[in-house]
């Protein structure tokens, strides 16, 4: 990829590595040069830049690339823009030429948390057929016996979000046949979560016995536009934090907002499924969001990127509660 050193672009990006002055991640740095000279991985061509022990500067880069949901040990992402030569025929395959790895740098590098304004309407890296197909092509995914309806994406997002957040309640609206509370709840369970998992639908005949046979399972029967009355103010109350909302009705996402929002704690988190894919969806989930205090709810983008830009069933609408 000798082009990629030959475009030396202009790049600004965020400080990824606290410099003698101790500006830190919080700042934005200027870089200029050839992407090699500014990428994530701890302790390497920065070092130069700012005369700091190699030693030290992976310390501290890390805690602070860890701040951004970035783990340059992990990230295979990162490794390959590293080691362009190494992966010079994955470049070539993935057809990732200049503007493209400066785009994904960018997006890379960017704030983890903003505002579902400034994502700027919904942009996906996924293609939408491949999401479509990504719920299974020949057949449907499926979980104890029952079609999961979720992407191969969303599942993993899940299975990370709740290693990360280690919700004590997770409150499902939408229950279908009861796979995905069955796999929420298994999963918590795998990981040694002790979730309880309420989960909502108006169909009620359509759940499976094993959500009822699940003690970590609620299941109440009813219509969300009635949400304040199947979930009242006393038993959410009840529901230790955090809390994981799944919003997978997609009906009347003002009035769950409304009712279950002022009752979220702070770290608690929001996610509005398909809404944001559907004709006009993201002007619902605007309206909604916009009617809450600026920055309450900011969309979290390690998990909506996580496999890339919006390569989910939740486009832009993972939200994290902040105070
Ligand atoms: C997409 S499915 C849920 C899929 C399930 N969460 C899963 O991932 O396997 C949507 C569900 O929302 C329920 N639903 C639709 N409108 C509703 C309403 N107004 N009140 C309660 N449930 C509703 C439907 O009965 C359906 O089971």
């Known amino acids: 990829m000798g082009g990629l050193e030959a475009a030396r672009p202009l790049m600004v990006a965020r400080c990824l590595f606290p410099d003698e002055a101790g500006r830190s991640i919080d700042q934005v740095l200027p870089v200029r040069g050839a992407i090699s000279e500014w990428h994530t991985d701890p302790g390497m061509p920065m070092l130069g830049r700012f005369k700091r022990s190699r030693r030290a500067l992976a310390t501290e880069s890390r805690e602070a690339i860890s ?62 057929l491949a999401l479509i197909l990504s719920q ?23 299975q990370q979000m709740i290693q990360d957040l280690q919700p004590r309640s997770v409150i499902e609206l939408g229950t279908g046949l009861g796979a995905s509370a069955l796999f929420l709840a298994d999963t918590c369970r795998s990981i040694g979560v002790p979730a309880k998992v309420v989960t909502l639908d108006r169909n009620a005949d359509a759940v499976s016995e094993q959500v009822f046979d ?84 900011m969309v979290d983008t390690f998990y909506t990127d996580l496999f890339g830009r919006n390569a989910t069933c939740s486009p832009d609408s993972i939200f994290r509660k902040f105070a």
């Open 67 to 128: 701040k951004m949901g970035i783990d340059g040990r992990t990230c295979y992402f990162a490794g390959i823009v590293r080691q362009k030569n190494l992966f010079k025929s994955m470049y070539q395959w993935a057809g990732l030429r200049p503007g493209k790895v400066e785009h994904l740098l960018r997006e890379f590098l960017s704030e983890r948390y903003v505002t579902y304004v400034s994502r700027g309407g919904m942009r996906s890296d996924m293609q939408p």
């Open 136 to 158: 299974g092509y020949k057949r449907g995914l499926e979980w104890r016996g029952l079609p999961l309806g979720k992407t191969c994406y969303d599942i993993c997002i899940y």
């Open 214 to 297: 699940d003690e970590s399972i609620e299941f109440i029967a009813g219509d969300v536009k009635d949400i304040s009355e199947l979930l009242t103010v006393e038993k959410l109350t009840g529901l230790p934090h955090p809390w994981l909302i799944i919003e997978d009705c997609h009906v009347h996402l003002q009035g769950i907002i409304d009712h279950l929002f002022p009752l979220m704690a702070a770290d608690d988190y929001l996610v509005i499924e398909d809404i944001g894919h559907q004709p006009g969806g993201g002007r619902i989930i605007r309206k909604a969001i916009e009617s809450l205090p600026a920055k309450s709810l």
